[in-house]
C-alpha cells in the first residue's frame, strides 16, 4: 500500500537521497511493468521527495514541468499542468521499480500543493503547502518558491523555503519532506510530526521538525 497521509510521508536515509534523485532523473529504474521511464521522465525535473514511516520502502517523488525555454507558462492557475508524480517502489532494493501515481493520489496532492502566484518572468513558481497548517510551525509562511534555472542547454528546478527563527530563519533547498504516521492496529490513522529537510547555501544539511497541533 503506498498511501499518502495528509500530504505528507517519512524519510528513510537522507545519505542517499542525492544518488535516488540522480538516477531516476537519468531514467536507471524502470517501470514495474518493465517498461523503460528514459521517455516518461525525459522531460521532467526533480524537486523533492515524500517518504512515510507506513510502508517506507514506497517514496512518492514529486517533479516540476516546464516549456521548451525553461519558464513556467502562466497562464493557467491548475497546479497539475506543472507538478507532475511517480511512485518509487521498493526504494534503495534490487527490485525497485517506478509506479504511475493513481488519478486519486494525484488530485490530494493538487489540493496539499496550492498553487499561488507566479513570477512574471515565468521563473519562478510558488506554491503553498496549505497541511502546514495543521503543525505547530515558527516558519514565517507556508510557501515553497520553485525556481527554473538555465545554463542555455538543460533546464533545472529548485524549491526553496525559508525556515523561521528556531533555524535562523534560514532559506534552504528542499530536498524531503519525511512524515511520521500514526497508526491503530496496523492501520493508519494520521500524521503526528513533519520533518523538511533541505541545504542551506552554505552546503549545511538542515532539518526541520513540526508536531500535529
Not at 532559506?171 to 490513522?189: C, K, N, W
Amino acid at each position: 500500500m503506498k498511501i499518502i497521509l495528509s500530504f505528507f510521508s517519512k524519510i528513510g536515509i537522507t545519505i542517499a537521497l542525492v544518488s535516488i534523485f540522480f538516477s531516476i532523473s537519468k531514467a536507471a529504474v524502470p517501470f514495474c511493468n518493465g517498461q523503460s521511464s528514459q521517455q516518461r521522465l525525459s522531460s521532467l525535473l526533480p524537486l523533492f521527495e515524500f517518504h512515510k514511516s507506513y510502508n517506507p520502502q514506497n517514496v512518492l517523488i514529486i517533479f516540476a514541468t516546464a516549456g521548451a525555454n525553461c519558464r513556467f507558462a502562466n497562464n493557467t492557475q491548475h497546479p497539475g499542468n506543472f507538478i507532475d508524480m511517480v511512485w518509487r517502489m521498493n526504494a534503495g532494493a534490487k527490485n525497485e521499480c517506478l509506479e504511475e501515481a493513481t488519478a486519486e493520489e494525484r488530485s490530494n496532492m493538487m489540493q496539499k500543493m496550492a498553487l499561488h502566484s507566479f513570477s512574471k518572468d515565468g521563473s519562478i513558481m510558488i506554491m503553498d503547502l496549505k497541511d502546514l497548517n495543521n503543525f505547530r510551525t515558527d516558519l514565517p509562511t507556508h510557501f515553497i518558491n520553485i525556481t527554473l534555472t538555465s545554463d542555455g542547454k538543460s533546464c533545472g528546478a529548485r524549491p526553496y523555503i525559508q525556515l523561521g527563527p528556531s533555524q535562523k530563519n534560514t532559506v534552504i533547498r528542499v530536498q524531503e519532506l519525511f512524515a511520521e504516521v500514526d497508526s491503530f492496529i496496523g492501520i493508519p490513522t494520521g500524521v503526528s510530526a513533519l520533518t523538511i529537510t533541505g541545504q542551506s547555501k552554505s552546503g549545511q544539511l538542515i532539518r526541520a521538525r513540526f508536531t500535529k497541533r
